[in-house]
């Protein structure tokens, strides 16, 4: 299986971001974490990270007939984007939506998720373990997912 991981703005800043709320981790570490992850479920993996909103557009595109699925943290695309939800939609692929934090247990407007329409899962407060649990989510949780 082929899965594509999308983040949105702000999120090649962790560890520097707000380790309070998202850790002492970076974004290089979260990529190493999935990497490894991928390498023991068979799964394949490839990496995408914009601040921008058309350029997220695009890659969510771009995963059309090269991919089997999507894990997607927006970051705060989350509550203001219609085109991210359209792009999910046009493409049709299963997707699972990741947030680091409890979005549920912030700021009111944080409970506003655009894109949850289109995916079949939403993994929220589970810090970058919920990257994985994505994956799992869209591979069955089986080892050997990406092998016939």
């Not at 850790?23 to 992850?37: C, F, N, P, T, V």
């Not at 995963?63 to 997607?72: K, L, P, S």
């Amino acid at each position: 299986m082929k899965i594509l991981v999308i983040n949105g703005p702000n999120l090649n800043m962790l560890g520097i971001r707000e380790p309070g709320l998202y850790g002492q981790e970076s974004y290089a570490d979260l990529l190493e974490m999935i990497r490894k992850h991928a390498e023991e479920t068979g799964t394949e993996v490839s990496f995408y990270q914009s601040n921008h909103e058309g350029d997220l557009v695009d890659a969510i595109q771009g995963a059309w007939g090269t991919q089997d699925g999507i894990v997607i943290n927006p970051g705060a695309y989350t509550h203001t984007s219609v085109a991210l939800l359209d792009a999910l939609k046009a493409v049709n692929l299963p997707a699972v939506e990741v947030h680091i934090t409890d979005v549920d247990e912030r700021e009111p407007f944080r409970k506003i998720s655009y894109i949850r329409a289109a995916c079949r899962r939403t993994i929220s407060g589970h810090g970058l373990r919920g990257y994985l649990e994505a994956m799992d989510e869209l591979t069955g949780g089986c080892a050997d997912a990406g092998k016939d």
